[in-house]
Each structure stands twice: as C-alpha cells, then as structure tokens.
C-alpha cells in the first residue's frame, strides 16, 4: 500500500503477449514548501515491524498525518542521502521549499568516511549535517539558513562528538 501523494519513477516498460508490463519504484522527490531529510540506517527496520525508537516515531508521523504537510525523504545512509542532495532533483525541490530541514541519528555502525575513517559510525549526524550545509553554502550560498535535528541516546555524548 502507497502513502496518498506517492511518486513513482518508470525503470522499464515491456510488452508481452499484447500486456504491457511496467516496472515502478516509489520515490520521495522532495517537491513540497516543507521538506525533511531523514538519515537513519534503522528507518527501513522500522518499516519491517521491528520496534525501536525510529519505529515508534515513524508510527507516530503515521497516525497523526504530519506526511500530508510535510514531504519527508527518508535515506538510510549518509552516503545515500547526500547523493540525493546532490542530485537534480533536490536542486529543483530546494528551490521550490519554504522550509527544508536535516533529521539524523547520531551514529550510524559501520559507516566510514575518507576523512575520519571508522570513528564516522559514532559522528555520522553531525557529519552528515557538516557535509550537507558545506555543500549548499557551495551551491546555493544557503548554508546557514537550513536547520536539523540529531537524536541521540545519550545526549552528552552527542555534545562530545559534535565538537
């Protein structure tokens, strides 16, 4: 079942037996006044049932309708998100948005970085963030009108590592 206002993008088409078959992926393009980019490698683990804190969130964005006024694009990855920020499409959909803002988990296990190796995983938020406002000032000298939110466990340590 699709979300009401779901986007979809044609991979292949093919014609058998005089029936046309057509591949589709749902995608978030990001086209709306009012846009979140949602890092988290537990996104996708949440939309299989299992329960953790992401899960209940995304289960409370659910029943109370916040995805009707808000275009959230989920990424499970820092590398996958800036991609998307990187692409065309987030081009055209960060120009049309009033509001755009970042969401992450603050450490992401397994996530690696040129820069910073293996200690990436326990500052994957901050440096998704870091990344993303570099980019942006860059390519649309917007870099310090965009907000975001990193959730954490142990706030502390979140404040330790975004130093």
């Not at 006024?69 to 692409?87: M, P």
Request: net charge neutral; aromatic share 12%.
């Amino acid at each position: 079942m699709f979300p009401a206002g779901a986007e979809f993008m044609c991979t292949k088409t093919k014609k058998s037996k005089g029936i046309l078959h057509i591949w589709l992926r749902e995608i978030r393009t990001g086209l709306s006044e009012n846009v979140i980019i949602w890092a988290d490698d537990e996104l996708f683990q949440a939309a299989e049932g299992q329960n953790t804190p992401t899960a209940e969130l995304i289960q409370f964005i659910q029943a109370h309708g916040f995805q009707r006024n808000i275009q959230f694009v989920l990424k499970d990855s820092t590398e996958t998100a800036l991609a998307f920020i990187r692409s065309n499409i987030f081009a055209q959909s960060f120009i049309y948005a009033k509001n755009v803002k970042l969401m992450s988990d603050n450490t992401r296990p397994g996530e690696k970085n040129e820069e910073y190796g293996d200690v990436a995983q326990y500052l994957a938020g901050p440096l998704f963030i870091k990344e993303t406002r570099e980019y942006l000032g860059k390519t649309f000298q917007k870099k310090d009108t965009l907000k975001a939110l990193i959730f954490c466990g142990d706030t502390q340590k979140c404040a330790e590592n975004c130093q």
